[in-house]
């Protein structure tokens, strides 16, 4: 968000990123009341107002906490314009929105199955609940017929401790095994007390456990709507601290047991009875609560709902009409799958942090709805002849604030000039997990309450894991400070080091602390390079000044073609939010080919290093800064620059900048010949203080040979020969090291090689060893006697060149 605000600010434009928090109901809940335990007490000794100041304090100190590490990230937003959810302007606003819902008849109280956490004791979305893999058993348990007219039918569960609550069983229509059993009864196990009818629904999957289901509606989503096909009762036997309850069906002695403990007992009593044919391990997903991580159960409950259909629909067509584009696009698909599929939002928590519900009842439970307590009361006298109310104790989803987020932290329900000019905003940059949380609700209000989308781009940031791959978290102790890489590396190199990890395609970012470290070598590069150029006897022109291009040497004209290429990716790059490769094109260019190959050519002196070294290094400085803040604006201050800091200055233009094609390709040709030589180098062993001699071809440039003798540090003389092309010339350059050099090299090797086919022959001449060992070792060493022969000749002929044998 950071670099991409940067960006755009250079580039002229009144870019803003407007920072801010949400009150995150269920963490923050779950945290005070962890630490009110410790202390000792609750919120319910407390009481709302008292909890409610406690919970203000904690998360103003968390937000401050948030802040202070932003800034020390280099962050740069807007901070005179933060938010917080709570806050009063905010508050007011959702509070409109819920009413002007209701009203709507979009937002409705009723009885519904829903997600419940019995550790936060309040409901959770759907998407907020996390599946995961657990190891358990697969029951199988026979229900009698009540009849006794044959020996029952036999179903597979999981959680055999809803059995108590089963109104039906249900198998498939078309399901031969089954079809003469349908409309007969059945005796709910382990009382045998209750009888059930077996019933026939399209839902049910033949290939599961034994074909027949138990249909348990208040306590499983797919059994809801089954009942509700049926008309079946619908019976809840688990209560909201997840244990067993008789009030609404005769669970016997399990009532009041843990629902995990009634299950063991359950079981028990199905293996006493002899109705439990069958206990199979079975792997399978179980949904939790992603917050306290708590087994969700499924429950029917009176809540406040958000009707979804009406506004999922132009949510969903904006996508399919091409005006919400994600990126990487794939995540479009996931978007349209969740809005298609949508259902009715559970919008009411049972929490006390957070907007509470403006919802007042009467004496006689009439619900009034209202903006203000004010209002209630007026419509209360009005239309229900009472002035006394109580108000609905539960508060409203996070996420529904934080849908709302994109216009009213700009004055909605006012027409604000901010509203006017910020919405809607050009980008939105999140996670994949949330689309559904945040992004889909976002775009369904936006378009509700402002006729337009919050945004037309939605960039998915890849998610950070452990350099294993696993997801960081306090458990595994392998979570990342940023503050501490930042007293280890500095800001700079954390942002650098983090950018360079980033794939657009990839969503999974395995964290190497190692980039941070490169990143600090690049920086401290960098700062080298500022003091070389600050240090030239010359000095430094006025910012922006090359010279006349009839003045530019070879190198000159390379490094300044190859700023406008880097200018371009760049930039490209940062529009297609390719920030990966964005941070490796810099990296190349800054630390490659600016100080590894044009500074070394200036260390000779000439008149136009000075200016050409202020001019490329302010440009590189530039295309850095919204990556590395830092650094980038003292190197820029440093440097001849226009204005008062690289925050608002212009972002370079790839026209302004000089571009030489041909001269180009030469330095490029030249640098595969310094390599060449240079690993000739390496090879022959030469020192890099021994000079080399380099016998050119007339055919090579001027400007190309100076370079070659010093970037090698070699001796250069003409040497004969006709080339049609530069590289054909290059190629035919032959490198010498000094023969004396030579001479005493060859001599050790010489040695050394003599020695080693002595010993060769003389362990192949000795039969014991020729009988006695493997085949396959004797061949390995005929084979190296092979080569050290071949390397012998090959030494002596080269030892010969220096003029001895």
């Given at each position: 968000m950071d670099a991409l605000v940067r960006y755009h600010r250079m580039l002229g434009e009144n870019a803003n990123w407007l920072p801010g928090t949400d009150h995150a109901a269920i963490a923050t809940e779950a945290v005070l009341v962890k630490q009110l335990a410790e202390q000792g007490t609750s919120r319910e000794s407390m009481g709302r107002e008292k909890y409610l100041e406690v919970a203000w304090q904690w998360s103003q100190e968390t937000g401050a906490t948030i802040f202070r590490q932003f800034r020390r990230l280099g962050f740069g937003p807007d901070w005179v314009r933060s938010h917080f959810t709570m806050e009063p302007a905010l508050s007011k606003a959702v509070t409109k929105v819920f009413v002007t819902l209701h009203r709507e008849g979009l937002i409705y109280r009723g009885t519904r199955l829903v997600n419940w956490d019995p550790k936060a004791q309040s409901t959770i979305s759907d998407a907020e609940v996390e599946h995961v893999e657990r190891d358990t058993f697969l029951w199988r348990v026979k229900y009698p017929f009540a009849d006794d007219s044959g020996d029952g039918i036999e179903i597979a569960t999981t959680r055999p401790e809803t059995i108590l609550a089963d109104v039906a069983i249900a198998v498939h229509p078309q399901d031969e095994r089954y079809a003469h059993l349908i409309g007969k009864s059945v005796l709910v196990p382990p009382m045998l007390k209750r009888t059930i009818p077996i019933i026939a629904d399209q839902v049910v999957d033949s290939s599961f456990g034994?074909?027949?289901?138990?249909?348990?509606?208040?306590?499983?989503?797919?059994?809801?709507?089954?009942?509700?096909?049926?008309?079946?009762?619908?019976?809840?036997?688990?209560?909201?601290?997840?244990?067993?309850?008789?009030?609404?069906?005769?669970?016997?002695?399990?009532?009041?047991?843990?629902?995990?403990?009634?299950?063991?007992?359950?079981?028990?009593?199905?293996?006493?009875?002899?109705?439990?044919?069958?206990?199979?391990?079975?792997?399978?997903?179980?949904?939790?609560?992603?917050?306290?991580?708590?087994?969700?159960?499924?429950?029917?409950?009176?809540?406040?709902?958000?009707?979804?259909?009406?506004?999922?629909?132009?949510?969903?067509?904006?996508?399919?009409?091409?005006?919400?584009?994600?990126?990487?696009?794939?995540?479009?698909?996931t978007y349209e799958q969740w809005l298609e599929n949508i259902r009715d939002w559970n919008i009411s928590r049972q929490l006390w942090w957070g907007h509470q519900l403006?919802?007042?009842?009467?004496?006689?439970d009439q619900v009034i709805v209202a903006e203000t307590e004010e209002e209630a009361r007026s419509i209360a006298r009005t239309q229900y002849a009472t002035d006394d109310l109580r108000r609905d104790p539960d508060t409203l989803d996070t996420w529904f604030s934080s849908a709302l987020w994109p216009f009213t932290i700009l004055g909605w329900p006012q027409q604000t000039p901010a509203l006017e000019h910020w919405y809607p905003s050009a980008v939105l940059i999140t996670g994949w997990e949330i689309i559904f949380l945040w992004v889909a609700r976002m775009v369904m209000l936006g378009l509700k309450f402002m006729g337009r989308l919050p945004f037309p781009e939605v960039f998915i940031a890849p998610l950070v894991f452990d350099a294993q791959g696993r997801k960081m978290s306090k458990s595994l102790g392998n979570s990342i400070d940023p503050l501490e890489l930042i007293e280890k590396y500095g800001a700079d190199a954390l942002r650098m080091g983090t950018m360079r990890q980033m794939r657009l395609e990839g969503q999974e970012v395995r964290f190497q602390e190692s980039r941070c470290e490169e990143s600090r070598n690049f920086n401290n590069k960098i700062w080298n390079a500022t003091r070389y150029i600050l240090s030239l006897p010359e000095g430094l022109p006025r910012a922006a000044t090359l010279p006349p291009h009839s003045q530019l040497a070879l190198e000159d004209k390379w490094i300044l073609t190859r700023l406008r290429a880097t200018i371009e990716t760049v930039s490209q790059g940062l529009n297609a939010y390719d920030f990966g490769s964005v941070a490796e094109t810099l990296w190349k260019f800054i630390w490659y080919e600016f100080c590894d190959w044009y500074l070394e050519t200036t260390k000779e002196p000439s008149g136009t290093r000075a200016p050409v070294l202020s001019y490329v290094l302010n440009g590189a400085m530039r295309l850095l800064h919204p990556i590395e803040p830092f650094i980038t604006e003292e190197v820029w201050l440093a440097l001849p620059h226009d204005g008062v800091t690289i925050m608002t200055a212009s972002w370079p233009d790839p026209l302004e900048v000089p571009f030489f094609a041909k001269e180009a390709a030469q330095f490029q040709a030249m640098q595969r010949t310094v390599e060449r030589i240079r690993n000739l180098r390496a090879e022959i062993q030469v020192a890099p203080k021994v000079r080399l001699t380099l016998h050119v071809p007339p055919a090579v440039p001027h400007d190309v040979t100076r370079l070659l003798g010093l970037l090698t540090y070699a001796t250069t003389v003409e040497a004969a020969g006709s080339y049609e092309t530069l590289d054909d010339a290059l190629g035919g350059i032959n490198a010498q090291a000094p023969r004396e050099l030579l001479h005493e090299r060859y001599t050790r090797r010489q040695q050394e090689l003599v020695l080693e086919v002595e010993r060769s022959e003389k362990k192949l001449s000795n039969q014991g060893f020729v009988n006695k060992a493997a085949a396959e070792t004797v061949a390995k060493e005929r084979d190296k006697l092979q080569n050290y022969r071949n390397e012998l000749a090959r030494v002596t002929a080269a030892l010969a060149d220096t003029g001895d044998t």
């Open positions: 034994t074909g027949a289901v138990k249909v348990t509606p208040a306590h499983d989503a797919t059994d809801y709507e089954i009942g509700e096909r049926h008309d079946l009762p619908k019976p809840s036997v688990i209560g909201l601290d997840g244990r067993i309850t008789n009030s609404q069906v005769d669970v016997g002695r399990f009532g009041g047991m843990d629902r995990f403990a009634a299950r063991a007992e359950l079981i028990s009593d199905l293996k006493r009875l002899h109705l439990l044919r069958a206990e199979t391990p079975y792997r399978h997903s179980i949904a939790t609560s992603e917050r306290t991580g708590e087994v969700i159960e499924p429950l029917l409950s009176l809540q406040w709902f958000c009707k979804m259909k009406s506004l999922a629909e132009p949510a969903l067509q904006a996508y399919r009409d091409g005006k919400l584009r994600f990126v990487p696009e794939r995540y479009g698909r403006p919802v007042w009842y009467t004496p006689t």
